[in-house]
């Protein structure tokens, strides 16, 4: 092996040119592939930061992500195929105001079984639970994430009951989430999580009402022993009997299952496709 090592530097040394060219191939076809893996890795190959994120699927409505409200009740309350099922929203700018220089956020509305159906425990204080809600607007309350809780409250342990004003609406801090957990969505992490019953007192119109208005994200985790295919026929069963009952919002409705963390497929699936492409790409390049 010595030998053969000294044998080939003697050649790169006679062929500066060939030697100078060989080494900035190699560097560009590594370098492309290691940015392109990371970069996949962290878009599309990593799961949402939850406990047994293997179990954790959105609900797809004809293929798109989002359903309304009251059908996600009605999934909640009549699958058998679910630990549980969560729904979420993405909504924002929101003006805020703790007191200080009033600043614009974007929060999630979230179910009051959002953190329980995820699995996971807050860094500080409480998170809301789905015994906090008794209606509309009967859950005053916010969750800070930890990254605006460290920005905005100087990582302050005294900020648990405190209230914000959040669109002029009073709000009382109960928790701070942990440090790992950034939301169901990889691309977009939320400044903090409100319940979803507060949405009218937040956006100034009550669109929780209307079966028509699909804006809610739902996703849940698949009880033991539970295939995809099975809770997507369970739920499709459901879709039947919505269609029966609501013809005019649900005729024709068609569930299906899908990793979240990427809205779904809607940006899931082109987002693997170009990065297969590129893996391709930088690969070739390697070679």
Sequence with gaps: MT????????QLRKSPGFTVTAILTLALGIGANAVVFSV????????????????????????FPSQSYLDYLDLRDRNRTFESLATYNIVGPVGVDSGGNPS???PYLASGNYFDA????PHLGRFFHAADEQGMNSAPYVVLSYAYWHGHFHDDAGVV?????????Q????????????GTELFFAPAFWIPMVEQSSIEGYDA???????SEFVVGRLKSGVTPGQAAADLNTLGAWLAKTYPT???????????????GDMLGGPARAFMAGLMLLAGLILL
């Design 208 to 214: 929780l009402k209307y079966r028509g208005n699909h």
């Design 161 to 169: 009951g405190r209230t914000v004003q959040i669109n002029k609406h």
């Design 104 to 106: 614009t956020a974007w």
């Design 118 to 121: 995820l699995g996971i425990q």
């Design 40 to 63: 996949l890795n962290a878009v599309v190959l990593r799961p949402v930061n939850v406990p047994n994120a293997q179990n954790l699927y959105m609900v797809q409505r004809d293929k």
């Design 3 to 10: 030998r053969d090592l000294r044998i080939a530097f003697r």
């Design 249 to 263: 919002d649900d005729d024709g409705v068609k569930f299906t299952l899908a990793r979240p963390g990427l809205v």
């Design 171 to 182: 709000l009382t801090i109960i928790g701070v989430a942990p440090p790992a957990f950034r």
